[in-house]
């Protein structure tokens, strides 16, 4: 066992836990933060998404212990003061799911996505999302939903 | 899925993670981005039990031009090389790489040196560090050492590199002017490894015929990745035009060794091998005039 200590969300987390033990099963098991799914469980379907120091990652495919010393934000972490961040809402304004199990995931790799480009095409919005599936939506209005945030914190500023 | 229990080390320097590799031996696996380790691991197709996370081992996330080399430090991930602008404006064949690896996510983790490291000849970056003639730079208790990286894929999933050595870097000869490369794979979706790839790096001299630097390089059609020496040494000297081109793809496909698997049959691949070629020649000599 080894002594990690991970700032989720803000909130340090101090923790003995196997070298073995996923970074995802970390925050859903030990953390009790379930907002942040499992899907393929092979490194494919993006729904496990967190963002590691600034950068989306799959968080199936790190240790946890890896995350020692570090910053992780999940989806739980994205509303401020009980209101949702401009992604959120564009999701909830545009339809951008249906069954919602993608959804934590698409929400992480466009906060860190729309944090580099705040003008972003289509084709790199598309480019952004293409390691998270959507077995629902066709993708569309997820695509619309990044454009309202993108569109939105061009107006308003950060968040 | 949980992988088999395992020990872990973080070293603080290249020196400390030598000496522990050099201690441990083959029970003890490097851990850079993880992104082909950790896979096999939870599917428990490797169950390493010594771990050597060089993660935390500072300095070795640089991309820079020294001496005459491009230089890629072990901790320099895909995204990093996408976002460079040393990369960008001097190799954009690094870039059309890099962009068709994985998806963005595996991207922000998985490391350009791993990905040669891994020995996977369904990987990509080694089919372009053949066509630029790379060097690979190895560094284990006997010091360091290079390899040239036509030397280093010796067979299935199988490198160069000793137990105890760490890939610390590539070098990437600086191309002299008139230089243009390019890389070009199909894969059936995002995420997918080559059905077939490409790459292709060219000079020209005054006179516009192909100088001796060509490189060639395939992906994911034999047991490790080729490098097309056939078809390179046909270019040399040469004037490419369509002819040119087409008989230079022609031989490229006849050194692919490709087998039928769920990406199509081999007489598929070799074609594909064909047809990719000679794009990437024409696209490559596009960008020594200047194109993007
Ligand atoms: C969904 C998915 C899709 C993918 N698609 C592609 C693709 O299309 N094309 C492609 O090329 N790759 C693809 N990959 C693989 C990815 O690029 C890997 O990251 C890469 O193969 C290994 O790099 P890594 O840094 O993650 O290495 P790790 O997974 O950490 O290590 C891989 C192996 O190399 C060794 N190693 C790593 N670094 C070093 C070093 N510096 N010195 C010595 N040994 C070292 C390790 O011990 C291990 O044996 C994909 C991966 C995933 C999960
Ligand atoms: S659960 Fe991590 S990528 Fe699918
Ligand atoms: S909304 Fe159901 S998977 Fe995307």
């Known amino acids: 066992m080894a002594a990690i200590n991970v700032k989720v969300n803000g909130v340090d987390h101090k923790a003995e836990v196997e070298p073995r033990l996923l970074l995802v099963h970390f925050i859903r098991e030990v953390l009790r933060l379930t907002g942040t799914h499992i899907g393929c469980d092979t490194s494919h379907c993006g729904a496990c998404t967190v963002v590691l120091d600034g950068r989306a990652v799959k968080s199936c495919t790190v240790f946890a212990i890896q995350a020692d010393g570090r910053e992780v934000l999940t989806v739980e972490g994205l509303e401020q003061d009980g209101k949702l961040n401009h992604l959120q809402e564009g999701f909830f304004q545009e339809h ?28 790199e919005i598309r480019h952004a999302i293409s390691g998270n599936l959507c077995r629902c939506t066709g993708y569309v209005n997820i695509v619309k939903a990044y454009q309202y945030a993108a569109q939105k914190m061009r107006e308003g500023g950060a968040q | 899925m949980i992988p088999r229990s395992f020990e872990y080390s973080a070293p603080g320097t290249l020196d400390e993670a030598v000496a522990l590799l050099q201690k441990l031996g083959s029970d003890a696996k490097i851990l850079s981005g993880g992104q082909s380790l950790i896979p096999m691991m939870k599917l428990r197709l490797a169950s390493p039990p010594h771990i050597v996370d060089i993660n935390r081992i500072p300095g070795l996330d640089y991309i820079t031009e020294k001496d005459g080399f491009l230089r890629i430090g072990a901790l320099v991930r895909e995204s990093d ?78 490198t160069a590199l000793e137990a105890d050595e760490i890939l610390r870097e590539i070098k990437i000869p600086i191309p002299p002017p008139s230089t243009g490369g390019a890389y070009l794979k199909l894969e059936r979706k995002v995420g ?6 490409v790459a292709v790096q060219i000079t020209l001299n005054n006179s516009g015929a192909c100088t001796a630097a060509a490189g060639i390089g395939l992906t994911n059609v034999g047991f490790t990745p080729i490098k097309a020496v056939k078809a390179e040494a046909f270019v040399k000297g040469k004037q490419l035009d369509q002819a040119a081109v087409k008989q230079a793809s022609e031989i490229a496909a006849g050194e692919s060794h490709p087998v039928d698997d769920i990406r199509g049959p081999a007489d598929y691949k070799r074609d594909l091998v064909r047809v990719l070629t000679a794009r990437a020649i024409v696209r490559a000599l596009e960008r020594v005039k200047g194109g993007v």
């Open chain 1, 96 to 123: 951008g799911l249906q069954c919602g199990f993608c959804t934590p995931g698409m929400l992480m790799t466009g906060y860190e996505f729309l944090k580099n480009n705040a003008e972003p095409s289509e084709d």
């Open chain 2, 81 to 158: 090389l996408e976002r460079s602008e040393l990369v960008r404006s001097r190799f954009p064949i690094l870039v059309d790489t890099t962009s068709v690896i994985a998806d963005p996510l595996v991207r922000n983790q998985a490391t350009v040196c791993g990905n040669l490291a891994h020995g996977d000849p369904a990987n990509d970056h080694p089919a372009t560090m053949l066509a630029l003639g790379a060097i690979v730079v190895a560094v284990g208790p006997r010091g360091e050492r290079d390899v040239p990286v036509e030397n280093f894929f010796p067979a299935l999933f199988t």
């Open chain 2, 192 to 197: 997918d490894y080559a059905t077939a790839g």
